[in-house]
């Protein structure tokens, strides 16, 4: 059992093996409130026989995706990490998530939400590694009650480049196993520091949204505000679930955040633009 | 034969501005539309029930409306009322 933010999950295995490794990566991290958790994740072989041979790592718990693929045993951990995004994806109704990666900084959070590729990990934990707090790499839970941005810090999961960025950024940091060949590439998770977790109860105020693309030459674009209520409305997973504190949730970011959508060429004229942008704009 | 069209009673919908679009929450059905002018022109003039003639007048007398056409504005609150955002009564 485990407490990411305010979301308890208890995870089982039909393996040591994950049980482990997430054990020993979340070991800072606080036990479910009264021991009651929010979700279950059951990583399990689907045929009694897929224990041992060739064992195949199926992700269930509360909610299952009827059509997910299983993931091989040495990809345990990445499976015990999807098992708990899926229970929050499905069936999370206290906040509206939105895909975003979220530091902090003086009680104000900064938001980066962009497809996958897009660089929310890197540029999350970079600037974790430069003094902000932590908030989350996948989801920001907002509150439909406050409009505060709660944080959610699992494990940071860096893919391909990014893990040889942030080995030479965060050399200090505590890394998962290298999970090569996984369905996204090579994946390594790193830890959250001490303060992202020792924090993770302390939510913020949204002070700047930024829709980061990684890749093409650096440029700022003023978003409009339909742009980015129609952006907000597909980056997350139960707007419309949530009915209407979804709609009153992202009124509420579009009329009092500012937003800017940003191209960039590297990780460190990414960080240099966005550290820029939040003074300008924040 | 004809019909008068009226928007949904105060509070049935709720409206957010994204200039230059508008977002309406449309609580019966849960469902977000995102629409485009002169729609929520439309709908603020459909207090009152007003066929579509009606209507084209009044949207000319306040808009610019360089095409009018009684028939495509029949459409367009046709298909309104198939999504909730105004009711339809035959006369």
Redesign the interface.
């Known amino acids: 059992m485990l407490r990411i933010g305010p979301v308890g999950f208890r995870i089982g295995s039909d393996w040591r093996a994950p049980i482990g490794a997430l054990g020993d990566l979340y070991r800072d991290y606080p036990l479910p409130e009264d021991g009651i958790v929010d979700f279950n994740v059951r990583l399990f072989a689907a045929r009694p026989w897929r224990r041992f041979v060739r064992p195949a790592v199926t992700i269930g718990g509360d909610y299952m995706l009827p059509d997910a693929l299983p993931l091989p045993l040495a990809q345990g951990l990445l499976a015990a990490e999807m098992g708990m995004n899926l229970q929050m994806a499905l069936a999370q109704r206290r906040y509206l998530l939105l895909h975003a990666s979220v530091v902090e900084r003086d009680g104000r959070g900064l938001l980066l939400s962009g497809v996958s590729g897009a660089g929310k990990s890197t540029l999350a934990a970079l600037l974790m590694t430069r003094g902000w707090r932590l908030m989350g790499d996948e989801f920001a839970l907002v509150d439909p009650a406050t409009g505060l941005v709660h944080a959610f810090p699992r494990l940071i999961s860096l893919k391909n480049q990014s893990v040889a960025v942030l080995q030479c950024a965060a050399g200090q940091a505590r890394f998962g196993p290298l999970l090569a060949g996984t369905p996204k590439g090579d994946i390594r998770h790193l830890v959250p520091d001490a303060t992202a977790i020792a924090a993770m109860d302390r939510p913020a105020v949204p002070a700047l949204l930024l829709f980061p693309t990684f890749g093409p030459a650096e440029a700022v674009r003023a978003v409009?505000?339909?742009e980015?209520?129609?952006r907000l409305?597909q980056a997350s997973t139960n707007?419309?679930a949530l009915?209407?504190r979804g709609?009153?949730t992202l009124?509420r970011l579009?009329q009092d955040v500012p937003v800017r959508a940003i191209d960039y060429a590297d990780t460190d004229s990414g960080i240099a633009l966005v550290e820029r942008l939040w003074r300008e704009l924040a | 034969m004809g019909a008068r069209y009226r928007a949904p009673p105060p509070g049935h919908v709720?409206i957010?501005?994204?200039?230059?679009?508008t977002?309406i929450?449309h609580?019966a059905s849960?469902q977000?539309h995102?629409v485009a002018p002169p729609v929520p022109e439309m709908l603020a003039l459909l207090v009152d029930p007003l066929t579509p003639g009606e209507l084209l007048a009044a949207l000319g007398e306040r808009y610019d409306l360089p095409d009018g056409d009684v028939a495509a504005l029949t459409a367009r609150l046709d298909e309104l009322a198939a999504i909730g955002l105004v009711t339809r009564d035959a006369i």
């Open positions: 409009g505000a339909a980015t209520f129609v409305t707007y419309v009915g209407e709609f009153a009124r579009v | 709720l957010l501005s994204l200039d230059p679009l977002a929450y609580r849960g977000t995102v």
